[in-house]
Every structure is written in structure tokens, then in C-alpha cells.
């Protein structure tokens, strides 16, 4: 019932812009304690995380490289959580993925891939000229 989906992922030049959606469904993002979460997978690399974002849009960032320049935010109406990416680089290169696991009303979310128990199929992002 729980499902998440990942899009909007393509080429895009260095220093370029671009913005992921993962849209929920089986839950709604305004009411439910879903906590949803962006990986990314890189060639050759395992998956890492990125940035999360709880129930009360709270927000925590993986690493400082994502904080400065990727920034996390949800549309309740859509039920859709957004990774916005600035300056894009080469090595931002990887399939990207969203998650979600359902949370106590806690004011954190957390970055660890265990604590997700639903995840997308993924979409590639490619930064290259």
C-alpha cells in the first residue's frame, strides 16, 4: 500500500540546476508520521544519503557538501517530497532514490538506510557537459 516513486532525473550541465520529486502514496504526507528520504547511488559506489525530512518538515542532512547546495521541501497538496540540487557537479552523478519509514512524532529524522522500509526504483540524474 506504501509506495514511493521517484522522478524528474535526466542530464544536466555542470553548475545547472535541477529538481527530483518522490511522490507518495498510501499515506498522506500532512497527517501521516512518515519520515521520506533522499540516496543517492553512485557507479562503482554505495548508496548514501543525502537529506531527509520529517513529519513537521524538519529536515537533516547527511553531509555538509548536500546542505550547501541541495535543499529538501514537500507540496501537501501533491504529496510529494522535492530535491531541489544547485551547482551541480560531475560527481553528483548516481541514480537517485527516495524513501520512507514511519516515525514516532519525534522532531529528527534520520539518515540511516535501515531505518527506511520503502523505497523507489530510483531515477538517474547524469552532470556532464
Known amino acids: 500500500q506504501v509506495q514511493v516513486v521517484e522522478s524528474g532525473g535526466g542530464l544536466v550541465q555542470p553548475g545547472g540546476s535541477a529538481s527530483l520529486s518522490c511522490v507518495a502514496s498510501?499515506?498522506?504526507?500532512?497527517?501521516?508520521?512518515?519520515?521520506i528520504g533522499w540516496f543517492r547511488q553512485a557507479p562503482g559506489k554505495e548508496r548514501e544519503g543525502v537529506v531527509c525530512?520529517?513529519?513537521?518538515?524538519?529536515?537533516?542532512f547527511a553531509s555538509d557538501p548536500a546542505k550547501g547546495r541541495f535543499a529538501i521541501s514537500r507540496d501537501n497538496a501533491k504529496n510529494t517530497v522535492y530535491l531541489q540540487m544547485n551547482n551541480l557537479k560531475p560527481e553528483d552523478t548516481a541514480v537517485y532514490y527516495c524513501?520512507?519509514?514511519?516515525?514516532?512524532?519525534?522532531?529528527?529524522?534520520?539518515?540511516?538506510?535501515?531505518?527506511?522500509?520503502?523505497w523507489g526504483q530510483g531515477t538517474q540524474v547524469t552532470v556532464s557537459s
Open positions: 524513501g520512507a519509514y514511519e516515525s514516532g512524532p519525534s522532531r529528527k529524522c534520520l539518515m540511516g538506510m535501515d531505518s527506511y522500509k520503502y
Open positions: 498510501g499515506f498522506t504526507l500532512a497527517q501521516a508520521n512518515y519520515v
Open positions: 525530512i520529517n513529519t513537521y518538515g524538519g529536515a537533516t
